[in-house]
């Protein structure tokens, strides 16, 4: 048979391209450290722009890295994050729509999937998918079995626990409980520390470290750290009330004095990074589940669709491929985004279950982010401070430049985040936008369909899927009413 040229040349292309194997070359594939902090907002970052928090080497980190301006975390909630990490699905389809429902994953999983690929896995701090069957927490301190650790293998962790100085975890298969020394975040990074120095360089490892920090309770940090802020003036964002001032500083204290801890934290692991010389083959990411009002809106902790609660920090750097020199993403990056990114940069297969988006090609620069994309935004169940408040099951779209929410009632909020970024303005149902509302009212329309959500009423949820005892879908429902009287949160009765 005679070929022709363009076969001759797609024939020499592949050869090529198979020789470091056909010599026995493997193909080295990058190692992964994602470090994931707990309640560490988007805003509140050095690099970002805050004044207040000292973290210089998160600051030198982010000019090596590729920073996604827009991360989201779209249902912004502990455990619905973790679930989305772990299946790169949304809430819905991976069934952790509220906090301590146990993740029964209908898919590969990220760990799996490295495992599987022959990387070594590891899990350090806090994993949060157990779950508690019980709807009252009983299992947060509990073992966690082999079979629920889904793909990682060197194991110290534990299912929850706020308690930085006395701090809980199991290792391996040993059921008796042990306790990190002195404040957790440090021993976890020194545990990670001796992981990544009995690293082989021809075994790609993939380590998680999910660190607890800087989710309440905020007084808790080293006495070094919270002595730096506790006299120190801070700027406050706009969209603080007034009458909340005190409280927000005074929280912010230790909020910040936990991301000083941390940041010491990043230190060590970047320098045993380097010191390896495993520096330049090693993916890093900075990274949290979803961040914390700390007042703004007058409002406390996460949950809402407003920028303080979704947005979250996510830094990217990756020597060998990328080099050292950062750069900024607008396009949005949703939490089910995070797996198949991933397994993009390494060349690894991304399971059919997925429903998140790859953004390995926009990273390394292939290809280009739309216009028009938007991260997807749900709350399907309103639990604890939402229900305090009075808030609506909700579902939003949270772009480069707008965001829109829908209430269960109808459309709520829409905001200019250029114009806007503090959101006191709320331009919903206001005449000169009508336009602008009707064309993101479609936009979400076809982001429902595109998951299959049918946005049912929260109670619906709750009942098809016997979560009624769960206590966080219990708490009193009160109101909260916009500080800039252009929002209400109130439910109707019943």
């Known amino acids: 048979m005679k070929l022709g040229r363009r076969q001759l040349l797609q024939g020499a292309t592949a050869l090529i391209g198979a020789a470091p194997a056909l010599l026995g070359q493997a193909v080295r594939r990058p190692n992964v450290l994602f470090v994931l902090a707990d309640e560490w907002r988007a805003q509140s970052t050095g690099y970002g722009g805050d004044r207040n928090v000292t973290t210089p080497v998160l600051d ?157 309770p905020l007084g808790t940090a080293p006495e070094r750290f919270r002595e730096m802020y506790r006299t120190r003036e801070l700027q406050l964002r706009p ?34 990074l380097e010191r390896t010389g495993a520096a330049e083959d090693t993916i890093v990411i900075f990274t949290s589940d979803h961040g914390d009002m700390m007042l703004s809106q007058g409002l406390t902790t996460k949950l809402y669709p407003w920028d303080e609660s979704i947005r979250v ?83 939003g779209l949270r772009g480069e430049r707008y965001t829109y929410v829908r209430s269960i009632r109808g459309p709520w909020l829409l905001y200019d985040n250029q114009r806007d970024p503090y959101q006191m303005h709320n331009l919903c149902g206001k005449s000169e936008h009508r336009e602008l509302q009707s064309r993101l009212d479609r936009q979400l329309d076809a982001a429902l369909r595109l998951r299959k959500d049918e946005f049912l009423p929260a109670a619906e949820y709750v009942k098809r899927d016997g979560l009624g005892h769960y206590q966080e879908v219990n708490v009193p429902v009160g109101r909260h009413p916009s500080p800039w009287g252009d929002w209400d949160s109130t439910l109707p009765p019943g």
């Open 60 to 216: 030198r980190l982010a000019g090596e890295s590729v920073n996604f301006q827009n991360a989201v975390s779209g249902c912004a909630v502990c455990c619905p994050y973790r679930a989305s990490l772990l299946t790169g699905q949304y809430p819905l389809t991976h069934g952790v729509y509220i906090n301590d429902v146990e993740l029964k994953p209908k898919g590969r999983t990220l760990g799996e999937s490295f495992r599987d690929a022959g990387y070594r896995t590891g899990f350090i701090g806090k994993w949060h998918v157990y779950g508690s069957p019980d709807g009252k927490y009983g299992r947060r301190l509990a073992y966690i079995p082999p079979e629920k650790r889904f793909g990682f293998d060197y194991w110290k962790a534990a299912e929850c626990s706020h308690e930085y100085n006395h701090s809980l975890y199991y290792e391996g298969n040993d059921p008796a409980p042990k306790y990190w020394p002195g404040y957790d975040a440090i021993a976890q990074t020194e545990d990670a520390c001796a992981f990544l120095e009995k690293q082989r360089a021809a075994d790609p490892f993939f380590l998680v470290m999910s660190l607890g920090p800087p989710h309440f």
């Open 313 to 395: 920090p996510f830094l990217l750097r990756y020597p060998r491929k990328l080099g050292r020199k950062g750069r900024r993403i607008s396009a949005p990056l949703n939490s089910p985004d995070i797996m198949p990114t991933l397994l993009g940069l390494c060349g690894l297969r991304v399971p059919d279950a997925v429903e998140g988006v790859d953004h390995s090609g926009l990273i390394a620069g292939r290809s280009k982010p739309r216009g028009d994309a938007a991260a997807f935004l749900n709350l399907p169940v309103p639990i604890t401070e939402a229900r305090r408040h009075g808030f609506a099951e909700y579902r």
């Open 239 to 272: 969209n603080v009330p007034a009458d909340q001032r005190k409280e927000a500083i005074d929280g912010l204290r230790g909020y910040y004095a936990h991301m000083a801890a941390l940041d010491g934290c990043f230190e060590r692991l970047l320098h045993t």
